[in-house]
Structure formats: C-alpha cells, structure tokens
C-alpha cells in the first residue's frame, strides 16, 4: 500500500495564524469537502483542493462539522454555542444555540435527523419539528454517531462510558469503560459494512486503546493498543479499513479489526481529524498546525499463480486460494498484513511483516482447497521476489537470489549480473526443482536449487519482461521491454518467431507447439508457425491448460474457455489430421469436430476421422469407417472405390458416380440412385445400356410412386398396372371422393373386394349415398341396413325392415340403444318393445322408474309402474314358463303404481308453499295412502309426509279423531326439523279439540250400507262385509260400484252379450241417458226411481253376517239377463288376465273408466283433468288415441 499526496493546504487567519483543524466532512457525493478551521467553515474542491468558500457565521472556534446523508444540508457546531445547519448551495438557514460549547454533531442516516452534543447535553433536530428536544447528560461529550439504519445514537463521554441512546434519546445501553475519567472516549465510529451481522462500534480512547462493541454493549475481542492517544477514527465506505491518527502526528490505516497496515502520511503536528471520501480510496487529514492533506491510496497486487491455483491478498491481511478450474475459493485469515505470497504445488508461502509462514494442502487430491500450516519461519526478510519450492523458499533482493530452507538455513545463494526482473519455478524433482530467471540485462538463466552455479540459456539485447518454457523445456518464449515476444530454440538459442505487442506470454501445457500472449487489449493464440489468431481480451495472460487462458485484469483473475478452432483449421489446411486432433482435443465445438471428420475421412486417415465421428456421436459414418476397415482387412486396397462410398455418404452423388464408373462399379451408381429416387439421373448413367437394368430401373420407379410424394400420380400408375386394391388405399387415404366413385362405378360388381373397400372408404368420410350406392350394386342388403344403423338414419332402415323383416333385430336394437344414450327413455323402451327384446324394455322401465323415485318424480313414477306393469302382462301373455312371476309382479306394479300416482300429491302439498287439491281430497289420499302404507314403505314414500297430511287436514276437517290417531303415530318416527315445531303445536291443540270424527267424512259401504270408521284395520275394505271399496283415482272418493263374479261356466263374451240383452224392467220417470267420451264408458240417469225389490242383483248382494271371509257377489246368467249395459263396467283386460265386472248401485251417479288403464272417476272430475293435461291422468293415453 502506497499513498500519494494529491493536494495539500495550510490555513492561516488574516494575522498569518495558524488554525488548527478540529473536524472535516464530505459531501456525499464527494465532490466538496466541508472543514472546520478556526472560527471559519471552509469549503474546498476536493478534486484540486481549491478553496470553493469560507463560511462566517460563528463568532469563536468551530469544533464539528458533518454533511446529510442526502447531500441537502450540513451542520457545524462552535465553542459559541450555537448551530448552524446550512444547505448545498453554503446558504446558511437555521441556527440553534446549547448552554455550552459544541463539542460534534452528527446526522442520522436514515432520518435526517441531527444530534449536536454540548459539554452538559445533547439536543435532536429535525426539519419537521419546530423545537430542539435536549437531554441532559452527566459528563461532557466528545463524540457522537449514529447506526447504520438511524435506530440510535453513540456518545462519547470525558469520563470513559459509551451511551447508547434512541430516537427519542433514551439511554438503552451504557458501556463503561476500565480507565474511567482517567481514559475518556475521544473518538467514536460505526462500521458502515452491509455484510456485518451485527452493528460494531469502534471505540478509540486516551488510555491509547482501540476496541470494538456490539449494539448490545458486548465487546468484540481484546482491546488493541495503540501507543499513541487518538484523536479520530473513521471507516472507509465499505467498512473494510480504518483511518485512525492523533498524537504520533501521523496517519496509519488499520484493518476493520484493528490491525495496522501500514502509514498513510506522517505530519508535524498532531493529527487532530482523517476522513474518508465516500467509495474511494482517498483520504484527507486535519493537523493542529492547519494542514489539510488529501492522499490517494494505491493497494498493489499481491499474488502468486501455478498452474491452476491463483492466491492472492484480500483486504490485506487475507489469503485467497482460488482453483481457476472449480472455481471454489478458501480465505486463510493471517491478522497480519501480507507482503509476499508465492504458491507452488502443494505448498503456499505467506510473507507477513515479522515471518513467514509456509503452508502445504491436506491431501493430494488435485481439487482439495484444505490447507494446513507446516512450518513458520519466525524472522524479517526484506525481498522483491519470493517463490516457494517442494522444500525450499527462494528470496530475491535485486541482484541477488538466497535458497532457504523451511527451517530459515541458508543453503545457498546466488549473485547475478544484473537486476533480476523475472523469477519462475518450472519444475522437477523435490528438492532438485528449476528457476527460470530473467535479467534486466537480457540473460535468460537456468538455477536448480541444489546446483550453486547458474546455467545461462541465452542472452538478447533487450530487458527481460516475462518468461515462459513449453512443456517439452525445448522452447522459451520471452516478452522484452519494447513489448516483443521472441520465441527461441533453447538447444539451438536460434530465433524461431518474434510477433509484436505482448506484455505478457504462456504456452500450452496440454500442447507443445501452442502458445499465447497478451497486449493491447488483444489475446494472441499462435500454434506452430501459422499466422497469429486474435479475439478482444483485457488484462494479462498468466497460464495456458488445454482450452483454459488464466487472465488477471486489475485484481481479479479469471479463466476464460477459448475454442481451439483457428490453429485446427490451420493444422486441416495443411492436412495434417494428426496434429488438428490434438488440438481439437483441448477445445472445439461440435461443428469443428464434425469438420475435422469429414476432412480426415476425405484424406482417407481413418484413424483420426473414427476419433473424430465417436466424438460427434455420428453413427451412420461411425459405420461407413468400420465396413471399410472390415473390407481392407478382407485384402481390399481401392482407395478410389472407398472414397467413393465417402462422397455417396456426403450427398456428393455426382462425384461417387464417376469413380464407381472409373473403378468399374456402375451397379453401385445405379442402385445409389434409385434409392435416392434420383430416376432421371439414373436413366442419365445408364444411357443405352444393358435393357435388363432398365427394366429394373422401371420396376423400382413403380415401388418409388407408392411412397411419392405425389400419391395422385401415385394411384394413376397403380390404376394403369390394373392393382385396384392399391390404388384405392392410395385414394381413400388421401380423401379424393371424385376420383373413388368413378373408380367405383367402373369396377364389376363380382369385383366385391374393391368394392367393400371402396364403400368402406365413403362411409369413413361420411359419404353414405356413395357407400348405399356401392352395397346397392352389390346386393349387400346386411350391410346396407348396418349402414343407416351406423348413420343414424332410422327412416331408411325403417324402411328396409318392411321390405324385408329378418333385419328387424339388427334395426330396432340399435334404434333403442341410441334412443337411451340419448336419454329418450320413453321410446327407447317402445322400440325394444317393438324389437320383441322384452327384457331390454323392462330393464330400461325399472331404471326410468328408479330415477323418477330418486328424483321425487312420482307422477312419472306411478306412469312407469303402470307401464312396467303392462310390460309384465305382454311377457305372462308370451312365456307360459314365466307366467306366475310375471302376473304376481304385475300386481305388484299395479299396486306400486297407484300408491305413487297418490304420494305424488301428497308430496306436493308437504313441499310446495299452495296446494290445488281440496281439503276433502287430500284426507281422502291421505287416508287411502295410510291404509296402503306396510310396515315397510316403498322407496321415496315418506310415512311423515303421509301422517302429517293427513292429520292436518283431518284437524281442519273435523275429524279429531283421526288427527290425534295420525300425530301419535309420528310421536314414533324421526321427524325433519322443518315439520318439528308446527307439529307439536297441532299436537297439543288437537288434544282441546272433541275425540270424535265429523259424521259428513264417513264412508258408506255400498254393499251392506254400513257405516266404516276413517281409520279401518282392513284398509281399504268394508268392516262388515269385507267387499273392496272402489275409489275415484282423482279425489279418491269411494264410488257406488260393487264388483260382481261370474259363474264358472260363463264366458267373458257370454257375459257381455247377455247384459246387452237388456231384458226390460218397469221403470217409473226413468230417463237413462249413455255418453261416450272418446272410448270412455259414461253411466248417467237424469231422473226416476228404481225399486230394488225388483232387480235380482240387489238380492245377490246379501251375504251371512258376522262371516270374517270375504264373500264375493256371484251372479247367473238370469241376473246378468236383468242388468241394464248402462250400469255395468268392465274391465276388459288382456290375457290371461280375467274380465273384472263393476255394478253402479247408483246410478245418478256418472262414472266414467279409462279403457286403458282402466281407473275409475267421477266423470266430471276426468273430463276436467283431460282438459287440462289432454290425456288420461294415470296412464297417459292421449284422449284421440283408439282404444
């Protein structure tokens, strides 16, 4: 470390007084330097040092200066005791006065703010507050600073403590330092470091001790003495060094842990303050006697490089070892400052001012970076030069050379005839180890260490600047002081080459005949004696390994990957494939690699080419070169034919047609044609030849046309050859429909190959006219009728199956099977009906009717049953085997049915806010669902649901009785949240309510005209007489009907044919009137009355009393003779079900039956509901459909 004195100035008042300087300050941006001399600011230039403007204001010394950190404003303090804060352009703007003298000031980084210290206080002003907040303190102050992020504030105090105060000037730690008052803290500084964990301070006292602290109070290491009382310390920018001067009337840098470096500049008085100029190395001093001193810092290299390890000194007393390859670094701390550093091998030699230390590597593995001290040679050398050997160090003072060993023996020394200007190990044994060694003189000398006598390899005219030996020691290259690099047979000393501006030379230590040097901003790689090659490059070369140029540019030393291609093409050019190679190997990218095969195949050097093509993982010439080495084995030595077969592989066609005609190999040149599908060529080589070969030629053309890219052309020649089958794989996959109904058209319809492929096609690309057209000409009716399958065209197949009735399965199943994946359920299930596939229409009936249940759908529900229901008699009708299963479930279906068909109002009134139904209807659902309801109730059916209903409407309609029945009941079941609160309330208001039952809602068995209760133990019978009650399935009233039986030996079609007889009674006012509606039967009397004494089935009616079997009504042919037509409905079910016979005992009541589904209903009830849904309520049947 140099430092250089930039400018220097004395300040003197008018009286040729000297002023001492108290306090110096820089601008942030460094560009003015603020000083406090006398009872003056000054203001310098700090590029010059000229006085930019002193600044009055104070009336007595001022004691402190310092600048914002945003560079607006700057503060100084005066023993007046006042201060004044003034901006950029040295306006003054503010002043503020203490009870005493200031003693510093400082601003807060972050915030602004200023903190100015008296003898008695410390005050904190911010432009924001209009007063100053003081603070009284017990001894006086004589420093201050503030952490790096503004958070607090450090005071130095006359009695020998550190105060750490906040923002607010709160005390938060106190550091009391041994020496007490007898010690007071003179000089503080915080490290401005970024990488620092923690805040340090740096406390300089006069007890003539440095120490460092934590923000905590906790003290960094031992105190450091500094045998001098200190009267300033500042930290460069970064935090690396301190400057730190005072009594010794000089100032010294020091490490940021307090070691000395060394001496900055030496005054004639004491050094009162030293600042740093913010991101540079240039410091400026204060004196007692008003010197201002601006020094600039020069750190020079310290380093050392072998091979590919570089060393060098960082923040100088640091060591970094640094493998150039893997880039992984190691930092050897020697807390001292370094001089020297010399690395070689395994060993590292560390001059420090007082020793030198000699390191070795931990193992001998080329990547470990783990050094260990081996030995210390405890003593001061003063030296230009240092190298380090296996065993010795080598120490250079000008023109002598010293071997020492690592135990500080002198073992030998060697005097010069001139300056030694260059000094290099170059290898060899341990111990025996060679120095290359340049003169100022021009001598070039050769030492070993064990030799006491040096060997001179030459001697030029000019200074030695840098040496270098090739890796063979055949060859030295040598850089002169004109900036020449001269490269010299060192057997011959002849002068092989010598190229201009070089500062710096290395050769190869992977390849002899290359080297490169340095200058002029230029990089320099010369192989043999070819023309220089040259790329942009800055710094200097310093090593050369294979591919890799070790540079150091100022203080960083780089590797920098250069490509070998230039002297590889030079080599190729010359053809010399061997050479090319091995510098290929250092470095080449793939295309340089791919160039070098090529080349070497071409030049028949097989060898290096396989080298080369295994390197470009080329298999395709990687085998090429192997069944050429196979065949010069088998006594093949043709090397036109085998250059031949290289320009094929190339694409050099043309060229390897002439030699296999000039080596009488014309098969070859045709065959390589035609696989190059290059037919005119060949047709061209083969001129008038032999007609065998051009037949072959032509035969190879019509393969080529099949995988052309022309496949038009293509099928015309398969078309011409009479291959149909190719052709028409040609044309379908390309989608020409043009060309394919033509070709079609014209085939035969015997040819039925091509024409399935042909309709095959059409059917791919939608085209089911051409493809109809096509089975048509066939006769293919099986696959015409899968075509509209496939297609979806129903109304074709349609029509097909009326024709020709054995594809009716292949047409309705699929016709379902599409109807159901495209959820039209309802027909999918009819055409699986009408495909006779029964078992597939119930199945797609039972999941209808599932989803329907699921979905609370139970109207459709109840529609689904009927129809499963019905689907169920078509099977018992058709299968005898499943007869009995299939009537029992019909019942049970017919049964499900109505029980939904009901719920589904139920349902609607429980889960919609109005209901449509009547009262009176809903007790009368209510109560028939009840009566129907087990113990386990069909899925979706909810017994809730049904007694709740019930109850309230029979609550409303004044059957208490059977309310209070119904909400018992539910006292026993889990019933929804919803329904809990308003049940509990109906339950207890019912109980206030009579426990009886309106006597309008009892029904009447028309039967035995007795007198039910609502709630029946036998459902839906009479308790009397057990006969059926007959409901109306809209407001399941019971009706007037009584169903009758035939005698065994009566026939259905007897039965009829004997009521429409209708043998005539006396009738008094009688006036019958029939009505029809569609197909419905209707029953109506307008007037008159018939005495039932006369009519036979009323006699029939009666049965044994108190009997528990039902006794059904059994009538003979003389009462069936005496029945009107007009009061008898039937039931004409399909078989194997029987005829059911209903006699109106009513017969002013009008009834009306669906002939479909054969329910019963009041008759104006089911002309209202086919008005309104225009079909029959239960089973759907629209109203103009025949019966």
């Not at 420093?143 to 938060?172: F, H, P």
């Not at 001093?285 to 008003?290: I, M, P, S, Y």
């Not at 010598?498 to 040097?517: G, H, I, K, R």
């Not at 139904?917 to 087990?934: A, C």
């Amino acid at each position: 470390m140099r430092a250089v004195a930039t400018w220097i100035d004395k300040v003197h008042d008018r009286d040729k007084v000297e002023q001492c300087i108290y306090d110096l300050a820089f601008r942030p941006d460094g560009s003015q330097l603020i000083v406090a001399a006398g009872n003056r600011v000054l203001v310098y230039d700090t590029a010059d040092g000229t006085l930019i403007q002193p600044l009055k204001g104070h009336k007595d010394t001022v004691y402190c200066v310092a600048y914002a950190k945003d560079g607006k404003r700057f503060a100084s303090g005066s023993a007046d005791k006042s201060i004044i804060i003034w901006t950029s352009k040295l306006e003054g703007i503010l002043k503020y006065t203490h009870n005493d003298s200031i003693q510093c000031v400082a601003y807060n980084p972050v915030t602004h703010q200023l903190a100015s210290c008296s003898s008695g206080d410390f005050g904190l002003w911010s432009p924001e507050q209009k007063s100053v907040s003081k603070h009284k303190v017990s001894s006086k102050i004589t420093c201050c600073g503030w952490t790096n992020d503004g958070q607090y504030l450090a005071l130095g105090m006359m009695n020998g403590v550190v105060s750490i105060r906040n923002k607010s000037g709160e005390e938060k730690v106190k550091i009391e330092r041994p020496g007490g008052s007898s010690s007071p803290i003179w000089s503080i500084a915080w490290n401005p470091s970024k990488d620092e964990h923690n805040d340090i301070l740096a406390v300089a006292d006069w007890g003539q001790r440095l120490s460092f602290y934590q923000l905590s109070g906790k003290q960094i290491g031992k105190d450091r003495q500094l045998n001098f009382d200190p009267c300033c310390v500042s930290f460069f920018s970064k935090g690396e060094y301190i400057v730190m001067g005072g009594s010794d009337k000089q100032a010294s840098l020091y490490t940021k842990d307090g070691v000395r470096l060394g001496t900055i500049g030496e005054q004639s008085s004491w050094v009162w303050t030293c600042r740093v100029k913010p991101d540079s190395n240039y410091v400026v001093l204060g004196c007692q006697d008003g010197t201002i001193a601006f020094f600039q810092l020069i750190f020079s290299t310290v380093h050392g490089l072998y091979k590919d390890r570089y060393a060098y000194r960082d923040s100088m007393t640091d060591v970094i070892v640094q493998h150039l390859i893997t880039e992984q670094k190691v930092r050897i701390k020697c807390r001292e400052l370094v001089k020297k550093i010399a690395i070689y091998r395994s060993r590292l030699a560390i001059q420090l001012p007082e020793k030198i230390l000699i390191y070795e590597l931990h193992s001998d593995d080329s990547s470990d970076m783990h050094y260990r001290v081996k030995e210390k040679i405890c003593k001061r050398f003063e030296c230009n030069l240092l190298v380090v050997c296996s065993q010795h160090i080598i120490l250079c003072q000008e023109k002598r050379l010293q071997c020492l060993s690592f135990t500080a023996v002198r073992e030998k020394e060697w005097l010069m005839e001139s300056l030694i200007r260059y000094i290099k190990v170059i290898g060899g044994p341990s111990g025996r180890e060679g120095l290359l060694v340049g003169l100022k003189n021009g001598a070039i000398l050769k030492i070993f260490v064990d030799n006491p006598f040096a060997i001179t390899l030459l001697k030029q005219n000019t200074s030695v600047r840098c040496l270098d030996m090739s890796t063979s020691r055949s060859k030295l290259a040598v850089v002169d002081e004109h900036n020449t690099c001269l490269v010299y047979d060192i057997h011959t000393k002849e002068l092989l080459f010598q190229e201009p501006n070089a500062n710096s030379v290395a050769w190869n230590t992977q390849c002899e005949d290359m080297l490169c040097f340095s200058g002029s901003g230029y990089l320099n790689i010369k192989a043999s004696n070819f023309p220089v090659h040259q790329q942009k490059l800055q710094g200097f070369v310093v090593g050369y390994n294979g591919s890799k140029i070790f540079c150091l540019h100022v203080y960083s030393m780089a590797a920098v990957e250069v490509p070998q291609s230039a002297p590889m093409y030079q080599y190729l050019e010359r053809r010399m494939f061997r050479e090319a190679y091995q510098i290929a190997c250092l470095g080449v990218t793939d295309n340089d690699w791919r160039d070098l095969a090529t080349e070497a195949l071409e030049g028949l050097d097989f060898h290096t080419a396989k080298k080369a093509f295994i390197r470009v993982r080329d298999l395709r010439y990687l085998e090429l070169i192997n069944s050429i080495e196979e065949r010069k084995k088998r006594g093949e030595s043709n090397n036109q034919l085998f250059l031949a077969d290289v320009y094929a592989y190339q694409g050099k066609f043309h060229e390897a047609a002439k030699l296999y005609r000039k080596t009488g190999h014309d098969s070859r040149a045709l065959s390589m044609y035609t696989d190059l599908r290059m037919f005119d060529y060949a047709k061209d080589f083969l001129g008038s030849a032999d007609p065998k070969d051009t037949k072959l030629l032509m035969k190879k053309q019509a393969d080529w046309a099949k995988n052309s890219k022309e496949p038009r052309a293509a099928a015309d020649m398969y078309l011409t050859a009479g291959e149909h089958m190719k052709a028409i794989e040609i044309i379908g996959e390309h989608g020409w429909m043009d060309m394919l109904i033509d070709l079609a058209r014209k085939l035969d319809k015997a040819e039925r190959e091509p024409l399935s492929r042909c309709a095959v096609f059409f059917k791919k690309f939608n085209h089911h006219g051409y493809a109809a057209e096509i089975y048509n000409k066939m006769g293919d009716l099986k696959a015409l009728v899968q075509l509209h399958v496939d297609a979806r065209h129903w109304d074709e197949a349609f029509s097909l199956v009326e024709k020709h009735s054995q594809f009716r399965d292949d047409v309705y199943v699929p016709y379902a099977q599409w109807l159901a994946e495209n959820d039209r359920f309802e027909e999918a299930q009819r055409a699986f009906h009408r495909a006779g596939r029964q078992a597939d229409a119930v199945r797609v009936l039972e999941q209808l009717t599932h989803n329907a249940v699921v979905e609370s759908r139970f109207n459709d529900a109840s529609y689904y049953y009927w129809m499963l229901s019905m689907q169920c008699l078509d099977i018992a009708r058709d299968n005898t085997e499943k007869k009995e299963e299939m009537l029992k479930k019909f019942h049970s279906f017919q049964h499900l049915a109505e029980l939904y068909h009901v719920y589904h109002s139920v349902h609607r009134y429980m889960s919609e806010p109005f209901s449509s139904n009547m009262p009176e209807i809903l007790f009368n659902i209510s109560r028939f669902l009840f009566h129907n309801l087990t113990r386990d109730a069909p899925l979706g059916i909810s017994k809730v649901d049904t007694l709740y209903a019930l109850a309230k409407q029979s609550k409303l309609l004044g059957a208490y009785k059977v309310a209070r029945h119904a909400f018992e009941k539910l006292q026993g079941l889990k019933i929804p949240s919803r329904y809990q609160d308003s049940m509990e309330l109906s339950c207890l208001t019912v109980r206030s309510k009579p426990y009886r039952d309106s006597e309008d809602l009892i029904p009447m068995c028309y039967r035995c005209s007795t007198n039910n209760p609502l709630l029946n133990n036998q459902g839906n019978s009479c308790i009397n007489c057990r006969q059926p009650f007959i409901y109306s399935a809209s407001s399941y009233e019971v009706l007037p009907l009584v169903e009758f039986y035939l005698e065994e030996d009566i026939s259905d079609e007897e039965a009829v044919s004997l009521i429409d007889l209708e043998v005539p009674r006396v009738q008094t006012n009688s006036s019958w009137q029939e009505m029809s509606s569609g197909e419905a039967q209707c029953l109506r009397v307008d007037d008159g009355i018939e005495d039932p004494e006369d009519d036979p089935f009323t006699a029939k009616l009666s049965f044994e009393q108190g009997g528990r079997a039902f006794v059904p009504v059994l009538v003979n042919r003389g009462v069936l003779r005496s029945m009107s037509r007009r009061d008898v409905l039937i039931k004409r079910w399909p078989r194997p079900l029987s005829w059911q016979y209903y006699r109106s005992l009513l017969p002013d009541v009008s009834i009306t039956m669906c002939p479909s589904c054969f329910q019963m209903f009041h008759s104006e009830d089911y002309e209202l509901l086919v008005l309104q849904h225009n079909c029959c309520p239960y089973c759907r049947r629209p109203i103009d459909e025949p019966s």
